[in-house]
């Protein structure tokens, strides 16, 4: 491990170590929040159970079709907007504005068009996370530089071969944001859109243990969200650098 990230870890471990202190001292009410070992412990004892597993395939479930969707159809949307120059300026508005759009005033229209199954909630994870991996994939692209489709033409090279050997790699660095950036989108919409109406999923189980007042499991599967989201951003970061470290960026 790096110097940085045994700085962050420190980080995380102090700010873990001063709510414990907080909660435990009754400086902050139980009431209110649960001190971070006994989030550990309920979580521990929820996954041993297997209380929320059917919860937690169906929110992995839902938040994987969104998240490949969305990089699948952002990144091939994303080349097809730079391709076409006036069509990019006339799209520019729109991608810029698109997080101010209150995507959930359409779930009841999506649960009337689709229907009360798991297609609402990836419908939302898939707007919320397309238009991430279309802005990072043009300026990714934007960032190529211009020599670089000099030796394409130097070398005869078609269209995909480009594509492949040039500019996506140099487009890299931006790819991957979008990417880390599109699972972090698809999980939020997701996850809020099962707390509104869903048959289950966590956020479902977090909005009922809410509503029931049992912060224990609220908490537990709370922490199981960031713990798991930032395992798998960490991951696809590592995955980033080794790529970078062998392409010499």
Known sequence: MTRLAWIRLAIVFAALALLEWL??????STHTMIPPTQMVTELWTLLA???????????LG?????????????????????????????????????YAVPFFVFYPLLVYIFGMNNLPMIAIGFMFAVVAMIINTLNGLDKIPRVYGKVGRMHQMGRLSKAL????????????????????YSF??????????????????????????????????????LV??????????????RLLRRQGL
């Open 165 to 184: 050997r040039i500019q996506i790699p140099a487009a890299m660095p931006n790819l991957f944001t979008g990417l880390k950036l599109s699972v972090a």
């Open 23 to 28: 909660v435990q001292s009754g400086r902050i």
């Open 62 to 98: 839902n938040v994987a079709i969104a998240c490949l969707l969305s990089v699948t159809v952002g990144f091939a949307t994303g080349a097809g907007i730079h391709a076409i120059p006036r069509l990019r300026r006339a799209l520019d508005p729109f991608l810029t504005t698109y």
């Open 188 to 225: 939020i919409g997701v996850i809020a859109s099962e707390f509104i109406l869903a048959p289950g999923g966590l956020g479902y189980a977090i909005s009922f243990a809410y509503d029931n007042f049992d912060n224990a499991t609220m908490y537990a599967l709370m922490l199981f969200i």
């Open 49 to 59: 159970s297997g209380e929320i597993t059917d919860d937690i395939k169906q929110t």
């Open 228 to 241: 798991l989201v930032t395992a798998i951003n960490m991951t696809l970061h590592y995955i980033e650098q």
